[in-house]
């Protein structure tokens, strides 16, 4: 009954992982939730206040379908301050989450066949995305010890004539890693020879970073044209489930994403893009505490993990909150009896015997890695990696 399609798409791992802690939970059952990507704080104040505003001013009514003007034009100067990229507001259109973004560049690029080139380790929905657009994912695997980046040289050895886009995600969910303007200028040279290749370039995380600069991938040289730049405020405004993610693209993209998104969902949240509004107009200084919470956690989560044998963190991530340890020295081995063939093996014995979510690499392109999110209170950290450390003992 149900579609080709349907039945060939993979159920995200992180969605998934994350509903069984609810069960468990829904059970009476005391689960610590480390596989959702979503911050533990609460939305500042100042951007609740422009929710009860909106409200309070009866924005109840269908908005446009690609945002508010006014939003828009809020998200130009927010590419302006923090990213030196000039676009109008009809090179801008607002979805509902930077996951819907993605979306609707795929569906408005991605012909059946065309091929994308995907850096692993790599967010859990591109290749799912991909894949409804009936295009191919062609996955480039960085080498070993290389804190998880692709080099310009790797990037170069997977294109053909078939190549329709690229995507980089930086920082990286579920790494951490962030690529150095250096490295992103040797990606860019390879790419001048191929004038056709599209580039999204996903900066959701880009203000969760720990002294490390964060380059948008359109205001290198010649890349601005070709480079579909994709943020939004779920995860540096801990604003998770208001849905609003944004897009900057060339006017032709733009108005092509803007007629997908028409037939699916039409125009993002009302009170959510007034929100959104506020959010992006203030200066990121004023979520700095955030991310400085985040690195303290960063720093103790590392400290606890690599105490238990077999996880190895080989760096500390640059961005994001997440550690991505591998796990595959204790593949072949029993704990409790029960035999870990792979990181859902691992994953699924935590969540059962130590009741902590986490998500299996395999998800991410990297089966030989678990994903643990730091964006639980440091209590939470705590006890978690005690209960994980305690079970492979």
């Known amino acids: 009954m149900l579609s080709d399609k349907i039945n060939s798409l993979p159920i995200s791992q992180t969605v998934a992982m994350t509903a069984k802690a609810h069960d468990l939970k829904n059970q009476g059952i005391d689960v610590i939730t480390l596989s959702a990507g979503e911050p533990d704080f609460n939305i500042p104040d100042y951007i609740k206040d422009a929710a009860v505003n909106a409200i309070n001013e009866n924005y109840h009514k269908y908005s446009p379908v690609d945002g508010f003007l006014d939003l828009k034009k809020a998200i130009c100067k927010k590419f302006k301050r923090d990213n030196n990229l000039d676009y109008d507001a009809d090179q801008i259109v607002v979805s ?16 059946k066949g065309d091929e994308v080139i995907i850096p692993t380790p790599y967010w859990v929905s591109y290749s799912a995305m991909v894949s409804l657009a009936d295009g191919i994912s062609v996955f480039v695997n960085p080498n070993k010890n290389s804190n998880y980046k692709v080099t310009a040289k790797q990037l170069e050895s997977v294109i053909t004539d078939k190549t329709k886009m690229v995507m ?24 001048m020879k191929y004038p056709k290749v599209i580039v999204v370039s996903d900066e959701i995380y880009e203000h969760i ?26 995860k540096a405004f801990a604003m998770t489930g208001w849905r609003i993610g944004y897009l900057g693209a060339s006017k032709t993209l733009a108005k092509a994403c803007n007629k997908m998104q028409g037939q699916i969902t039409s125009g993002a949240n009302c009170i959510a893009q007034r929100a959104a509004i506020t959010a ?27 105490q238990i044998n077999g996880f190895k963190v080989s760096q500390p991530p640059s961005g994001a909150f997440y550690i991505f340890p591998e796990v595959s020295e ?5 704990f409790g009896g029960q035999l870990i063939n792979n990181a859902n093996d691992l994953s699924m014995l935590i969540l059962e015997k130590a009741h902590v979510a986490t998500v299996p690499g395999d998800a991410f392109g990297y089966p030989e890695c678990i994903r643990i999110s730091y964006s ?3 209590e939470h950290i705590k006890e978690a990696i005690i209960r994980i450390k305690d079970l492979l003992s």
Do not use: H, W
């Not at 509902?96 to 012909?111: D, E, H, P, R």
């Open 209 to 234: 970073n720990y002294g490390v600069e964060t380059v948008s991938f359109a205001s290198l040289p010649g890349m601005y044209e070709r480079t579909v730049t994709v943020n939004g405020i779920s």
């Open 168 to 191: 980089f995600n930086s920082p990286n969910n579920p790494s951490g890693s962030v690529f150095t303007k250096e490295e992103y200028i040797e990606f860019s040279k390879v790419l």
């Open 280 to 306: 992006l107009e203030e200066s990121p200084e004023r979520i700095k505490y955030m991310v400085d919470e985040f690195k303290i956690r960063r720093n103790l989560i590392i400290d606890l993990v690599n």
């Open 376 to 378: 639980a209170s440091r």
């Open 96 to 111: 509902t989450g930077a996951k819907q973004s993605i979306a609707n560049v795929c569906m408005s690029l991605i012909n």
């Open 330 to 334: 204790l593949f072949g081995k029993k």
